[in-house]
């Protein structure tokens, strides 16, 4: 909307309103004045019957008897009266008599009455009426200064009670829609539209612009829980994708174990944690024996099928919530077992090598019969991550190079309990 200067909706229609009144009352004043004009020429009219019916008489009486002091006086009298102007007698022996403003002659038109002779033959003269404009123009004037008194009273009333009404009506739930409409926020949607308008029998538009107002305000607030809903079920979505990124990112696709990738901030918080509590964990490394003899037999299907069955064996003989697996590499895994002394770490290393020797693996009609050997170590203080993965590899290769399946250290009197 271009930035216009505010203007009034009630304020225009009351000024148009008043505006056409005037108008209106200019209309009346016109017909009333040249309905004025009509009626005072029709009253001349009349005056000058009334003239012709009382003064002729005593003209003609007076022109007889030939006295032009009474005749003057007679004339005198006519003119006397306010809606005449001037007064002409002429006799048939060619005098005149005159009486009022002479110059009104050559400006309007004037009455003619014949003076009859009394004896019943003949005219003595003729009498020649002027009205007055001065006169007429007074009361017309005054009869139209009397309407536009009496319109414009009603004029001014019926704009008045008008503007109240409109105001009250029109301007003031107007301007409460717009403040609404303009304090209309997101946070502000359930507050209510309230107009403080009179209970009525029937509605209006301002009740229907009111009701458009409440349903675009439902329409938003349900719009908006729809779009707060989409976005936690996209967050949601979102989070769980993130979480299985993550899964895959960390853990080895064929066993499930963590893969190498995490194995030394993993380890290397269990150091931490073992550092600052002083507390015991151990570490097993562990290697599937000829699994190249395998995968030639039983192919590579056969071999990741021993793969996820030793993973899942090493998972059953272990402690889930503390224990935890990584994937080296081929057949090559560790364990490694926090809250555990060295001692518990080789007997379940022996059980986990009993365990993979007297469980064969059931892949496509076959048994096939695992072995593996066990490198086991427990963290001494003060020892890293890569010295701790070299060590416990060590001891694996031993146990590799003493004949495999076996764990190594098997010598107890080693063991520092």
């Avoid at 216009?4 to 004045?33: D, E, K, W, Y």
């Avoid at 003239?51 to 030939?66: E, F, Y």
């Avoid at 009455?111 to 003729?126: A, C, F, K, V």
Wanted: net charge neutral.
């Amino acid at each position: 909307m271009p930035n216009l200067p505010f203007r009034s909706l009630a304020g225009h229609l009351i000024r148009n309103t008043l505006g056409l009144a005037l108008c209106c009352m200019v209309g009346v004043f016109g017909v009333q004045a040249a309905l004025m004009v009509q009626q005072h020429r029709k009253e001349f009219q009349r005056l000058v019957d009334d003239i012709a019916k009382t003064s002729v008489p005593l003209l003609a009486v007076s022109l007889w008897d030939i006295e032009p002091r009474t005749v003057q006086q007679q004339v005198n009298l006519v003119a006397e009266r306010p809606q005449v102007g001037y007064v002409l007698l002429q006799t048939g022996a060619g005098r005149q008599f005159e009486a009022g403003d002479a110059r009104l002659g050559l400006r309007t038109d004037s009455r003619h009455i014949s003076i009859p002779n009394p004896q019943g033959t003949g005219e003595l003269g003729e009498l020649q009426l002027w009205g007055n404009p001065d006169f007429e123009v007074q009361e017309i004037v005054h009869a139209a200064w009397t309407v536009l008194a009496g319109y414009g009273f009603f004029t001014v009333l019926v704009c008045s009670l008008m503007a109240s009404m409109l105001r009250r009506e029109l301007q003031m739930p107007l301007q409460r829609l717009a403040r609404f409409a303009s304090d209309l926020t997101p946070q502000t949607l359930v507050q209510p539209l309230v107009l403080d308008r009179p209970t009525r029998a029937r509605t209006d538009e301002i009740d229907q612009v009111a009701e458009g107002f409440s349903i675009l305000q439902n329409g938003l607030r349900a719009h908006i829980a729809d779009l707060d809903r989409m976005v936690a079920q996209r967050t949601q979505q979102l989070e769980a994708l993130a979480e299985a990124n993550h899964l895959l990112s960390i853990t080895d696709p064929l066993t499930g174990c963590l893969n190498r990738r995490t194995l030394e901030s993993r380890l290397l918080e269990d150091i931490e944690r073992a550092q600052r509590y002083q507390r015991p964990f151990s570490v097993i490394s562990l290697d599937l024996d000829h699994f190249k003899r395998i995968n030639d037999r039983y192919g590579h299907a056969g071999g990741d099928a021993v793969l996820c069955a030793t993973v899942e064996h090493l998972r059953r003989a272990t402690r889930s919530r503390l224990d935890w697996m990584v994937r080296l590499g081929g057949e090559e895994f560790l364990l490694v077992q926090p809250e555990t002394v060295l001692a518990t770490a080789l007997r379940n290393a022996e059980r986990l090598r009993e365990l993979l020797e007297t469980t064969p693996v059931l892949f496509d009609g076959h048994e096939i019969a695992i072995t593996a050997s066990f490198g086991v170590a427990q963290w001494q203080p003060d020892q890293g991550t890569s010295d701790l993965l070299h060590q416990v590899d060590a001891l694996l290769y031993q146990a590799k190079t003493a004949g495999r399946n076996r764990v190594y250290p098997t010598d107890r009197r080693l063991v520092a309990i």
